[in-house]
């Protein structure tokens, strides 16, 4: 469920927000005179993201890798003489 409250609700129901997050793996969306200002959400949730993040970069640097090396590989160049284009 989508939980989008004002940061006011922070200070007045901490309790609630704070079972929301912890106990319920909620996400809370903050916000300050009615634009995001913050982001809740239980410890467990943000180092799946983070994980999800690292594995991402990984992929991205093993592939940038790959292209590397192929860019790079010894490759015999093969001189193609142009042919002179006849008139009819």
Do not use: A, C, W
């Amino acid at each position: 469920m989508l939980h989008i409250l004002p940061n006011t609700d922070l200070k007045e129901d901490f309790e609630k927000i704070e079972n929301l997050v912890e106990r319920q793996g909620e996400t809370i969306y903050l916000t300050k005179n009615g634009y995001g200002s913050m982001v809740m959400m239980n410890f467990e949730t943000y180092e799946k993201i983070l994980q999800k993040q690292e594995q991402k970069e990984e992929t991205l640097i093993k592939t940038k890798n790959k292209m590397n090396t192929v860019n790079t590989m010894n490759t015999k160049k093969i001189n193609i003489p142009q042919t002179e284009m006849m008139d009819d």
